[in-house]
T-cell receptor, first 111, second 113 residues
Framework: KAGVTQTPRYLIKTRGQQVTLSCSPI?????VSWYQQTPGQGLQFLFE???????NKGNFPGRFSGRQFSNSRSEMNVSTLELGDSALYLC??????????FGPGTRLTVL | SQQGEEDPQALSIQEGENATMNCSYK?????LQWYRQNSGRGLVHLIL?????REKHSGRLRVTLDTSKKSSSLLITASRAADTASYFC?????????????FGSGTRLQVQP
């Protein structure tokens, strides 16, 4: 099976812009979760989607949002970018055994 | 927020030696997973241990779990230079019912050839 794929791999934006990141889970996995990794805060949970519904949400402002499509692919959007949003954004899909498998991540730099 | 701490924060060993990393967490858990990350890349899933398991093996990896002490350890035997990476433990909180992983702060392992 192909692994989790994320696009784009690298992104450079300026403050105030918005960005959309995409994630395709492992075939057959219906749950997709998003995480943010920064040097200061480490790995933090953003949200989880299952069958097109947001099931869990982490402690992030409303500028961070997401959605999931009927084919389980997911997107996350960050509006009004701030410098502190620079991070590695990781997507994970969950197996029926509750193992979470991660994609390679999208490195976002906000200038 | 971080679930707990990993110990040590950094570890440097010679190729062929064993590496042991420890992880502590704070809540009741359903399972604990270990991941490896090379230089800011994606996380590679290593092993999952359920709360009713005490020990699990996978190749050169051995994981233990002590739920009474809320701690886990990852042992890498006969280490190789390719094992150089950061290692994270992550837990799923049983009481909240959420599937969100809460990560430790990680151990940076350097294996010298």
């Amino acid at each position: 099976k192909a692994g989790v794929t994320q696009t784009p791999r690298y992104l450079i934006k300026t403050r105030g812009q918005q960005v959309t990141l995409s994630c395709s889970p492992i075939s057959g996995h219906r749950s997709v979760s998003w995480y943010q990794q920064t040097p200061g805060q480490g790995l933090q949970f953003l949200f989880e989607y299952f069958s097109e519904t947001q099931r869990n949400k982490g402690n992030f402002p409303g500028r961070f949002s997401g959605r999931q499509f009927s084919n389980s692919r997911s997107e996350m959007n960050v509006s009004t970018l701030e410098l502190g949003d620079s991070a590695l954004y990781l997507c994970a899909s969950t197996s029926s055994y509750n193992e979470q498998f991660f994609g390679p991540g999208t490195r976002l730099t906000v200038l | 927020s971080q679930q707990g701490e990993e110990d040590p924060q950094a570890l440097s060993i010679q190729e062929g030696e064993n590496a042991t990393m420890n992880c502590s967490y704070k809540t009741s858990i359903n399972n604990l997973q270990w991941y490896r990350q090379n230089s800011g890349r994606g996380l590679v899933h290593l092993i999952l241990i359920r709360s009713n398991e005490r020990e699990k093996h996978s190749g050169r990896l051995r994981v233990t779990l002590d739920t009474s002490k809320k701690s886990s350890s990852l042992l890498i035997t006969a280490s190789r230079a390719a094992d150089t990476a950061s290692y994270f433990c992550a837990t799923v909180d049983r009481d909240t019912g959420r599937r969100a992983l809460t990560f430790g702060s990680g151990t940076r392992l350097q294996v010298q050839p």
